[in-house]
């Protein structure tokens, strides 16, 4: 599915970062979502939306954390 915001959600398995309107990710990171917890799982498949740049380093600090 495309978006309108960047985001963050699972691909591959691992969590990746998406630019809007764009079906590749911009950035993959080497986290498998299957090492983080439920919850957190299931957000990243949902996909969750990114407001703005700080968001964006808060949220990957806190998955490869």
Known sequence: PTTTATGMREYDGKIAVFLPDKNVPETVFEVYTSTLP?????????GIPIQSYEELVKRIEDYIS
């Open 38 to 46: 439920s919850y957190d799982r299931g957000q990243l498949q949902l």
